[in-house]
Each structure stands twice: as C-alpha cells, then as structure tokens.
C-alpha cells in the first residue's frame, strides 16, 4: 500500500515524465503522397492495322477504345520533393523503345522538373491494337494510317496523359490488397513424346499435363484524395489480355469490361490502370474443362469477357474491402532505375539451319514479311555469334517501394515462374511485376525449352533461363536494398 510520504515522490516522478515527453520532439511523417491520375485515348481516327498476329490485319471499326491511363505519385518532405514516378498503362501489345524515347523526349518538353527516366509505360497485350513499328507487315499505303505515323500520335498522347496526371497531384492516400481470380490458364500442353505445344489439344490420348504454374492472385493498389474519394487503382492481372486476339476490330480486349464494371460500382472518373504480370506461358483461352465452363457462362447470360471481368472485378472488391481499412497518407517512396545486362540465348546450328530453311520457304510470298523477318533474325544472330560481336540484351529495371509494397518491371513476355520467385523472394509485403515495359520477347523457362514450341523456341526468344535467372537474382537485388533492414 502507498503511504501518505510516498506519494509525493511519485508525484514528482509523473511530473517529471509529462514534462520530459512534452518536450521530446514529435516523430516526423514518414513523408506526404501526392498522386493525381489520368486516362486519354490512343485510339486512332483512321484505318490501321492491327499488331499481334503473323498475318496482317486491317482494322473494321472498333468495337472497344484503347487507352493510356497514367498514375502519378510524389513523396514529399516539406516543400522538397524526395522521389517521384509516372506509370503509364496503355492498351498495346507492348512498348517499342523508340515510342517510348519520343514519349519522354515530348515529356521533357512538358514536365522540367520531371527525370523523365522515371516515365514507366507498360502494355497490357491486346493484340487487337495499333501497329506501332515499320516493316513488320505488308499493309496498304493508301487509306490505312502507317506504323510510324500511328507511333507518334501515340508517344503524343502518352506525354499528354503523363502530363495530366502530374500537373493534378495533391495531397492523397495509397493502399493495398489482394483478391483472386481464375483469369489465365497456363496454356502450353505436355504430351507423352516429351514435347509442348502452346493450345495444344488436351483432350488427346497422349495429354500428359499443364507445363507450368499459374498466379491467380489479383494485386491491387489504390488511391484516394485527402477527403477520401477513390481517385484511382492499378490492377495487376498475371494474364495477357487476348481473348479475342484473332478479331478485327480495335478492342481493348478484357479490360474495357473490367473499367466499365468498376467505374459504373464507384464512379466514372475512377482512373484504372491495367498492369499485366508475369505472363509469358498464360492466357485466358481455355485449355480443359471447357463444355462446363461454357455451360456456366451461357448460364449467367455473359460473354466470355465479361466473364472475365465479372471475376477480376469480384477480386478486386475484395483487395478493396481491405485496402480501404488502411490509407495511409505518409508513405515514403523510393524508385529506382537501373540498367540490368541479360545473357543472349545461344542459337545452334541446327536452329539456325531451320531458321535459314523457313526464310527461303516463305520469302517468295509478300504477305508472310512478319514470318520472314522472326527467321532471320535468328540468322542475323547466330552470325554475330560466330563474329564473336554480340552484345548482351540491355534492359532497364524500375524498382519501386511504396510503403510496404514493391512494384518491379521488365520489358519481356515473361514466364510465370520468374514472377512467382521475385514475388516469393522479394523483401515487400506484397509485390506488383509488372511486364511488357519494352517490345515483349518471350523469356522462357529451361523445362519450356527442353519442350519447345512457339514462345520456347529460339526464333521466340532472345534471353534464354540463364538470362532469365539473372533477371530474377538482379531484381530481387535491387528490391532488397529499398529493404534494408530486412
């Protein structure tokens, strides 16, 4: 029991305590977020063709707009800025270097105070968009808009969504979750002779299995304004978005669905940015199951992308009933940009011999340029090889920390098993890959090597699995230093 005479030193004691709390100096805000958002269309008035397929296409209206949605985050300490980025998801089959130099040069110009080496633009691999690059197809000259006039009306329209979504920033909110969905299908098909073929027929006596994993998670971030309205979200989809790749009509493929779904659930001005993750070995195409499958979609009187969209946009209500339990609004933000060199695939001779084989049967017919030109550019690198002139694969990495979250990049159509490593190596609580920052060569993995097929083999693929390994150990590198307590 107290006594009278002790209280007061304890009095004393708590006194003191208040007072040396007082005037400790208050723990500073990790930083202020700034974010703004915005969406333009990058689809064109004209005729094009479209990009994809080995075949050309010309387009026959549009069915579906293709966009460019921007994100721009800032992290602030005070009046100083400390970090920035501006990711730009576009309705693509990927990102030529030369549109994306021209879209930063055109930044520059725009944003003085922006490093544009900071610009990330991804695609999300409708093959029912643009062509974006010259000489791939044979395409008419008159009443079709050509590659390199459609290039710079989007590099254009890039900047202008970059810079929309930069110059509207203000004070805001991030958070984060994870849904999931059935959305893709590992789509190359083992069979008894050891051999893979992507779509290969399941239903055959020889079938022996789906080559590789799947990642049906749906990582999602979220962006509210300082009065808590949702002002935009990025959805990272481990899917390509082809389900109707074969059409002939401008379309954003499934992600038209998902916006529309989600903006008429929380508003039209929502900006949504579709990020397509490591999906090199994936589609939404149906391998097995597909009379029950179908069965059930018939049922609920959808189309199959709406279908699709019906379950990312379940995924991502449920990403969000979390998320939004947790804003955070003092998040420091840490981008870094490095140039990583990858190892070449190493071509052999009796590739290159195939390769020479397939140039002289197709070469006599115009309309197979597209076929013609992948060949040859396995001979052209087998002869730098034998030169002893080839130079590794250059890539540029962008590795972000948002808080508790990491955001990884890389320019491939890229295997689901790498982004199943860097996820489960990665330091971040949750992490977002992000591929096709760049033109979208296949990275494979050795067992799809050893099976072979389109997209294993070489004329698919410039990096091989020990390019793509290093890919892994590089990345994972680098978001480990954005960690460095861990």
């Given at each position: 029991?107290?006594?009278?005479?002790?209280?007061?030193?304890?009095?004393?004691?708590?006194?003191?305590?208040?007072?040396?709390?007082?005037?400790?100096?208050?723990?500073?805000?990790?930083?202020?977020?700034?974010?703004?958002?915005?969406?333009?269309?990058?689809?064109?008035?004209?005729?094009?063709?479209?990009?994809?397929?080995?075949?050309?296409?010309?387009?026959?209206?549009?069915?579906?707009?293709?966009?460019?949605?921007?994100?721009?985050?800032?992290?602030?300490?005070?009046?100083?800025?400390?970090?920035?980025?501006?990711?730009?998801?576009?309705?693509?089959?990927?990102?030529?270097?030369?549109?994306?130099?021209?879209?930063?040069?055109?930044?520059?110009?725009?944003?003085?105070?922006?490093?544009?080496?900071?610009?990330?633009?991804?695609?999300?691999?409708?093959?029912?968009?643009?062509?974006?690059?010259?000489?791939?197809?044979?395409?008419?000259?008159?009443?079709?808009?050509?590659?390199?006039?459609?290039?710079?009306?989007?590099?254009?329209?890039?900047?202008?969504?970059?810079?929309?979504?930069?110059?509207?920033?203000?004070p805001g909110r991030a958070g984060w979750g994870l849904g999931h969905?059935?959305?893709?299908?590992?789509?190359?098909?083992?069979?008894?002779?050891?051999?893979?073929?992507?779509?290969?027929?399941?239903?055959?006596?020889?079938?022996?299995?789906?080559?590789?994993?799947?990642?049906?998670?749906?990582?999602?971030?979220?962006?509210?304004?300082?009065?808590?309205?949702?002002?935009?979200?990025?959805?990272?989809?481990?899917?390509?978005?082809?389900?109707?790749?074969?059409?002939?009509?401008?379309?954003?493929?499934?992600?038209?669905?998902?916006?529309?779904?989600?903006?008429?659930?929380?508003?039209?001005?929502?900006?949504?940015?579709?990020?397509?993750?490591?999906?090199?070995?994936?589609?939404?195409?149906?391998?097995?199951?597909?009379?029950?499958?179908?069965?059930?979609?018939?049922?609920?009187?959808?189309?199959?992308?709406?279908?699709?969209?019906?379950?990312?946009?379940?995924?991502?209500?449920?990403?969000?009933?979390?998320?939004?339990?947790?804003?955070?609004?003092?998040?420091?933000?840490?981008?870094?940009?490095?140039?990583?060199?990858?190892?070449?695939?190493?071509?052999?001779?009796?590739?290159?011999?195939?390769?020479?084989?397939?140039?002289?049967?197709?070469?006599?017919?115009?309309?197979?340029?597209?076929?013609?030109?992948?060949?040859?550019?396995?001979?052209?690198?087998?002869?730098?090889?034998?030169?002893?002139?080839?130079?590794?694969?250059?890539?540029?990495?962008?590795?972000?920390?948002?808080?508790?979250?990491?955001?990884?990049?890389?320019?491939?159509?890229?295997?689901?098993?790498?982004?199943?490593?860097?996820?489960?190596?990665?330091?971040?609580?949750?992490?977002?890959?992000?591929?096709?920052?760049?033109?979208?060569?296949?990275?494979?993995?050795?067992?799809?090597?050893?099976?072979?097929?389109?997209?294993?083999?070489?004329?698919?693929?410039?990096?091989?699995?020990?390019?793509?390994?290093?890919?892994?150990?590089?990345?994972?590198?680098?978001?480990?230093?954005?960690?460095?307590?861990?």
């Amino acid at each position: 029991m107290m006594t009278a005479t002790s209280r007061g030193p304890r009095r004393l004691i708590l006194a003191a305590t208040t007072l040396i709390a007082s005037l400790a100096p208050v723990q500073s805000r990790a930083a202020e977020l700034r974010v703004g958002a915005a969406t333009v269309s990058i689809t064109p008035d004209r005729t094009v063709a479209l990009q994809g397929q080995m075949n050309t296409r010309i387009s026959k209206g549009v069915r579906s707009p293709v966009t460019a949605t921007a994100l721009a985050i800032e992290s602030r300490q005070g009046d100083r800025a400390t970090d920035h980025a501006i990711l730009v998801a576009c309705d693509l089959v990927g990102i030529d270097q030369a549109v994306l130099d021209r879209s930063r040069a055109l930044l520059k110009d725009r944003l003085p105070g922006f490093d544009v080496r900071k610009l990330v633009v991804s695609a999300t691999h409708t093959h029912t968009a643009p062509v974006y690059s010259d000489g791939q197809y044979l395409i008419p000259k008159d009443g079709v808009m050509q590659p390199l006039d459609y290039a710079e009306f989007l590099a254009g329209r890039i900047a202008e969504a970059a810079a929309k979504a930069w110059t509207s920033r203000s004070p805001g909110r991030a958070g984060w979750g994870l849904g999931h969905a059935v959305v893709a299908q590992n789509r190359r098909a083992v069979f008894a002779d050891g051999k893979t073929v992507m779509y290969g027929v399941t239903g055959k006596d020889d079938f022996r299995g789906i080559e590789g994993p799947e990642d049906q998670g749906i990582e999602v971030l979220f962006f509210w304004d300082a009065e808590g309205k949702l002002l935009a979200t990025a959805v990272n989809v481990a899917c390509p978005s082809q389900e109707v790749e074969g059409d002939s009509v401008i379309d954003a493929d499934f992600w038209h669905e998902i916006r529309q779904s989600l903006k008429a659930r929380h508003g039209a001005d929502l900006q949504i940015l579709g990020w397509t993750g490591a999906a090199g070995d994936q589609s939404p195409h149906l391998m097995y199951r597909k009379e029950a499958e179908e069965r059930m979609r018939r049922l609920r009187k959808l189309s199959r992308l709406e279908e699709l969209a019906r379950r990312v946009v379940a995924a991502w209500e449920e990403a969000y009933e979390g998320a939004r339990q947790e804003q955070h609004d003092d998040l420091a933000l840490i981008h870094r940009v490095e140039t990583v060199d990858l190892p070449l695939r190493v071509v052999t001779e009796e590739e290159v011999a195939g390769a020479r084989k397939e140039v002289a049967t197709n070469k006599p017919f115009p309309e197979r340029r597209w076929v013609v030109a992948w060949y040859q550019d396995v001979i052209d690198r087998y002869d730098r090889q034998k030169a002893g002139t080839p130079q590794p694969y250059r890539m540029e990495l962008h590795a972000i920390r948002l808080g508790d979250v990491a955001i990884a990049t890389n320019p491939f159509e890229l295997y689901t098993q790498y982004g199943i490593q860097m996820k489960a190596r990665s330091p971040a609580l949750q992490t977002f890959v992000i591929q096709l920052t760049g033109p979208g060569t296949y990275l494979p993995t050795a067992p799809a090597v050893r099976g072979g097929g389109y997209s294993a083999i070489v004329a698919s693929s410039v990096v091989g699995p020990e390019g793509g390994q290093v890919l892994v150990d590089r990345t994972v590198g680098v978001l480990q230093s954005l960690w460095p307590s861990k």
